[in-house]
DNA sequence: CGGCGGCTTGATCGGTCTCAAGTACGGTGG
DNA sequence: CCACCGTACTTGAGACCGATCAAGCCGCCG
């Protein structure tokens, strides 16, 4: 698991920012980054930033997916978050970013310089209280996220499909972008519980798997109920 | 452990709010709720807001300590925070709690009108900074306490007792307010795995124990390596 | 002194991890 | 079009860590 990560990291090469190209305004909060942000391409597994370094930019997912994650010190990796399309991340308080993050595919990011966002907070209250609740919303996700640590693996797991429709699925078919590693490593879990786990569901009618990815969520209220 | 606690909501039962009483400024974040707050106080394990709840209030611990937490679906109970004197919190974004909160010891805690703070912060964007800085300061420590929740009993009590001993300490010695079952509701681990990790410390000569509460940190270094 | 709550210790159980092997799938080249 | 390869995923057997169940201890207070 270190090892491939370490792999992907020295595959990474920081991208030059395209800042001629100014992209057309997109629905969704922070109205100012559509307006004075650009756009990025990031390839595959490929860095967007690291842990500790500095926090310059505020990032918003235009396509594609972004995980976050920190390297414990035995090796495990720990997911923190997954990011989709209309996501913002990258946000920090402080001088540096606190997580390191990565395209979980080929994706591509509205980029915004932190300074600009943080200078308008200054003058404009109602900016400030943005970046309050945005902060606010990522304080409950995080939570949320605590709290599914505690749990069984079928109720991680349960809880993680669940999310996962909701975020990106308008039916009860789901195409998740990240593999058994991403979600193992989300979940504290192992790609061998994870897909244990979600064979057990299979067998429970509770989803569909027809490719690994592809899952169809059969009975949610099943799914549901593990956490009672 | 349900039952324990189920015990303690019966026992507690709202207090009158002291609001005549207008306390001293006391230094820290929030100038603000010195000077227009009042000061309440809650015997041990008595309730001072819960789940689902509105926020109409924050919170300052002055004396004492206090616990957030949630109740899991199997009746477990996990503690989301510990608030010692001069932390704020019941700070919500949304209109309701999100946590249950309860003193730890018998605690007197500095009580503000959450409009009153919120109202401050769309005229004031310094106040609507320090919301957001607080919030931000909130995400920090969860994900900190989500990190904690991957690891080994032995590197979460470790990692457990550093904390406590930095907020709450100035010399090696540490007088912790919680019960064995706080702290395993903290960590995710049974009051058990808590008690024989201790047990494990101190033969390791990285703690000593005088009374079950008395904790001497003899080889600090020896417990940061733990999470090496 | 007795009783009770909080804590410790012991024995056993069970869920998840680890290690190892096997399978499905997508891409690449013949 | 198929053979091959590598990566991602699944499945199995056994080990291990922490949970559970049960007993005993300690300190405090009536």
Redesign the pocket.
Not at 151 to 156: F, L
Not at 178 to 184: H, K, L, N, T, V
Not at 188 to 199: A, K, N, P, W, Y
């Given at each position: 698991m270190l090892k491939?990560n370490q792999l992907r990291k020295v595959a990474a090469s920081r991208p030059q920012m395209n800042l001629a190209h100014r992209p057309a305004p997109i629905p969704g909060s922070f109205g100012v980054m559509e307006r004075i942000g650009s756009q990025m391409k990031f390839g595959r597994?490929q860095e967007i930033f690291g842990e500790n370094e500095p926090a310059e930019y505020v990032y918003k997912v235009v396509k594609g997916a972004v995980r976050t994650y920190k390297i414990l010190c035995?090796g495990?990796r720990q997911i923190g978050a997954f990011y989709l399309p209309g996501d913002i991340f990258g946000l920090e308080i402080g001088k540096d970013h606190q997580v390191s993050a990565e395209a979980i595919n080929d994706a591509v990011v509205l980029v915004i310089r932190r300074s600009a966002v943080v200078s308008l907070a200054e003058r404009d209250c109602r900016a400030a209280r943005e970046l309050w609740i945005f902060t606010g919303r990522e304080l409950h996700r995080v939570q949320e996220h605590m709290m599914l640590l505690v749990?069984?693996?079928?109720?991680?797991v349960a809880c993680f499909l669940l999310e996962m429709s909701e975020r990106l699925a308008t039916t009860d078919a789901v195409e998740?972008p990240?593999?058994?590693?991403?979600?193992?490593d989300y979940l504290?879990?192992?790609?061998?519980?994870?897909?244990?786990?979600?064979?057990q569901l299979?067998s429970n009618h509770a989803i569909g798997?027809?490719?690994?990815?592809h899952i169809v969520l059969r009975n949610r209220k099943a799914l549901r109920e593990l956490n009672s």
């Open positions: 491939e597994n035995d495990r749990k069984s693996a079928q109720q991680r998740l990240m593999s058994r590693q991403d979600i193992g504290g879990l192992t790609i061998e519980t994870v897909s244990r786990t979600m064979t299979v798997l027809s490719t690994s990815r």
